[in-house]
């Protein structure tokens, strides 16, 4: 206790970012993000924020998803899709399990922003990393752009 206030200390964060476009062309098959990869802890909390910015055409649209390597006893995250056309926020969707697709959508504009938010309780020490794809096969490029990050904070 500090002045009858609980001490606060770091409890430990990662924030990653993309540093070279990532585009996918062609493919709704979700690869790992270059760059958007944490390495969790086993028995800790975890709470964690990707932001994509992305470009693409309409008609490709974007898909994202959370996995990884490592295991967890409790995982909730949501995802949503920030459109730059007329219909803004789409494709909001809560998972409870890793590598469920949270934010899918054909998109009007073509680009805007993708987040997923969430916590994760680790069981085994692994990975977790950014996934994305385009939502339909499409010969323009989605892609995710230098700049967007991933932060991973270690709560209690």
């Known amino acids: 206790m500090v002045g009858g206030f609980p001490a606060w200390t770091s409890a430990g964060s990662n924030t990653t970012r993309v540093t070279v476009n990532f585009p996918v062309v062609s493919s709704t098959s979700l690869v790992n993000v270059t760059g958007l990869t944490a390495t969790l802890t086993g028995g800790l909390n975890y709470t964690f924020m990707a932001r994509l910015y992305y470009t693409d055409a309409a008609a490709g649209g974007v898909q994202a998803s959370i996995c990884g390597t490592t295991t ?41 922003l993708t987040e997923i938010n969430g916590t994760i309780t680790v069981n085994t020490a692994g990975t977790l990393t950014v996934q994305f794809a385009q939502n339909t096969s499409n010969g323009t490029a989605s892609i995710v752009l230098q700049g967007s990050t991933f932060s991973v904070n270690n709560i209690q």
């Open 72 to 112: 967890a006893t409790n995982i909730v995250y949501n995802g949503r899709v920030i459109d730059s056309g007329s219909n803004g926020i789409k494709g909001a969707t809560q998972a409870t399990a890793l590598c469920t697709v949270v934010a899918n959508t054909p998109t009007t504009g073509t680009s805007g």
